[in-house]
């Protein structure tokens, strides 16, 4: 069976640090520059980066692909034209969709994949792009798994799946409800998500109270006495994907590379995201994929940020359980600030800390302007002597370096 790629989002240089810093890296990475990609108000990378981002992802053996997939207008192509030309010798490809922006990564001879955005549906969209000189294109997410097995046949470009992270409620993410409301567009890399709040809607029909007979959901309330149908909730905020529990399956489709969405997400997220994604191909591929780890995984990506999780389209089309039923993360665990870093000891891996209080085995987050540590207290002394418990002045062992400054927190 074919080991699937693990595709990573990556926000900033912390997200970096904390993939780098993992007990299991990605196959390939996508970021942006600027505003140039559909996560415009992430912390993205500046252009001045790109070539020390880019040996710094080749050096571990990651591959740096550049998200440029937004909409572009006539006033705004030599500056598209002036990014892809300055990323020629660093990234390893480009993702995009709009086909004049195309036209301009064909000029500079750079690889490039076809974005989500595009809504590849078909064998016909496929052999389209494929005639353009892609070589990788991310199928839409509303495609069944049987629809993706369909396309695989026909075609041997690479196909590209999300696997796990935030669903969208319109078709691709092609929403011009941010843009209606707030004017701010997500098929610009915008939105801000009226979307995932709790709405009302009312529907005033004489037939009203005949479909609500019909519908098998508590947030529908009718009232006979005026034909008026209520809803109240999160009925266009769908749950998060997540195939950990169906990789297998998945993998018998034979798609190229796994995707994971979130470079507006946590760091923790990004590096337990590729962790357990990563774990459970290598895991299908050794054969020891068992109920047992799944938990384990399953644990874990309810530690992160999550709206709840489904299956997406893969199976079925979502139904009213797939929906948010409550408002905002749905994680297990909550990151308390607790102190911060004082010194750091490079001879003796250690490092001098003040904290409100921290025990041996807590899970702490050390994290600073290029530092991301997430790490399980081993060793802990107070005023030389090794200790369980501490309050103040304190030191610890560390895995990685770290800096003057940094904050620390705890997860509870």
């Known amino acids: ?26 196959d390939e990475v996508y970021f942006g520059i600027g505003k140039n990609n559909m996560r415009a108000n992430a912390n993205n990378f500046k252009l001045g980066d790109l070539g020390k981002l880019c040996s710094k992802l080749h050096e571990n053996g990651i591959k740096a692909n550049l998200a440029t997939n ?8 030599n500056k598209l034209d002036n990014l892809l030309e300055k990323s020629n010798k660093h990234v390893d490809a480009v993702i995009i969709h709009d086909i004049g922006a195309i036209q301009i990564t064909k000029k500079h001879n750079l690889e490039f994949h076809i974005s989500t955005q595009a809504n590849v549906s078909n064998i016909g969209s496929v052999r389209f792009y494929e005639a353009l000189g892609a070589s990788r294109i991310n199928l839409s997410r509303e495609l069944s798994l049987k629809q993706i097995k369909e396309i695989r046949n026909k075609t041997k470009i690479e196909l590209e799946c999300f696997v796990h992270g935030a669903m969208c409620v319109a078709v691709s993410g092609r929403c011009f409800l941010s843009l209606y409301l707030y004017g701010k567009s997500a098929n610009r890399g915008e939105c801000i998500q009226p979307c995932r709040r709790a709405w009302s809607v009312r529907a005033v029909d004489s037939e009203v109270s005949k479909l609500s007979n019909t519908l098998d959901n508590k947030n529908f309330i009718c009232s006979n006495d005026e034909g008026e149908l209520i809803y109240d909730g999160r009925f266009m905020s769908p749950k998060d994907l997540c195939m950990i529990e169906h990789i297998p399956e998945i993998m018998k489709s034979s798609i190229d590379v796994f995707k994971i969405e979130g470079r507006m997400k946590d760091p923790v997220y990004i590096a337990t995201t590729v962790k357990c994604y990563k774990e459970a191909v290598e895991s299908v591929i050794s054969k020891t994929y ?31 359980n797939d929906f948010q039923l409550r408002d905002g993360s749905q994680a297990e665990k909550k990151k308390v600030v607790i102190g911060k870093v004082l010194n750091y000891f490079r001879k003796s891996g250690t490092c001098e800390i003040l904290v409100s209080e921290i025990t041996v085995n807590d899970d702490i987050l050390i994290s600073g302007n290029t530092t ?13 002597k090794s200790v369980e418990k501490a309050k103040g002045s304190a030191t610890i062992s560390v895995n990685k370096r770290v800096r003057k400054n940094d904050v620390i927190y705890i997860y509870r």
């Open 70 to 77: 937004i909409i572009y207008y006539d006033n705004e192509l």
């Open 290 to 320: 068992n109920k047992q780890k799944i938990q384990l995984w399953l644990s874990q990506l309810s530690s992160v940020y999550n709206r709840g999780f489904h299956t997406g389209f893969y199976f079925k089309h979502p139904g009213k």
């Open 372 to 384: 991301y540590l997430l790490q399980k207290i081993i060793s802990l002394w107070k005023n030389g």
């Open 1 to 26: 069976m074919k080991q699937p790629r693990i595709l990573s989002p990556l926000q900033d240089w912390k997200s970096l640090a904390a993939i780098l810093n993992s007990s299991k890296t990605p």
